[in-house]
């Protein structure tokens, strides 16, 4: 039973989810916080910020972890499998479709409609985001952060898997991984 939720959880996500990885976090939410309690809201925040920080696609990633997290390596194969197939079958069928009525404005239309959502869909995700961090950080701590990452990126031109993984250290290693620690405590 429990291989059948997990397939179907992650089922339900793939067919609903547009916009990729992003899009699909609050339905992923949904169905293992909400749906079936498998984790805490903290615990998928915490899977997100590690899914985003490893390369390859979000979904698969948390589907691949989550699903072998509960229901083991079985889990996690059928997690994964209900997470591609949906996407697979859609992109034929749409690939199909589309590549015969592009030319017609409704298409050009349709496909411009989407934009929006997927927009209003990663806002929210990022005020979740930015409301789970705030537990953990202070604001000005958050905003610093925010601020720092953007003028490196943009201003600096340095890329963001560099600062991820420095990131990634700093929370390995602690506040300060160049700090000398006391052998005497």
């Not at 349709?110 to 934009?115: F, I, Q, V, W």
């Not at 537990?135 to 701590?141: A, E, F, Y």
Request: net charge positive; aromatic share 12%; hydrophobic share 55%.
């Amino acid at each position: 039973m429990l291989q059948k939720d997990i397939f179907l959880a992650f089922l339900r996500c793939g067919i609903i989810s547009y916009g990729g990885g992003p899009g699909a976090i609050p339905f992923i939410q949904k169905e293992v916080v909400n749906r079936y309690n498998w984790m805490t809201d903290e615990e998928l925040w915490d899977i997100v910020a590690l899914a985003n920080a490893l390369p390859g696609p979000l979904a698969t990633k948390m589907a691949g972890y989550i699903g072998y997290r509960v229901g083991g390596v079985r889990g996690c194969a059928g997690a994964l499998l209900a997470t591609v197939i949906p996407t697979t079958v859609m992109m034929i069928l749409l690939m199909t479709t589309l590549t015969h009525f592009s030319h017609f404005p409704w298409v050009q239309g349709m496909t411009n409609a989407m934009l929006p959502i997927v927009g209003v869909i990663l806002a929210t995700l990022s005020l979740q985001f930015l409301k789970a961090a705030s537990q953990g950080l202070k604001w000005p701590v958050i905003a610093v952060h925010v601020v720092v990452i953007f003028v490196l990126t943009f201003y600096f031109g340095v890329h963001p898997a560099l600062i991820i993984a420095a990131l990634l250290l700093w929370a390995l290693f602690g506040r300060n991984p160049f700090e000398r620690k006391d052998s005497s405590s």
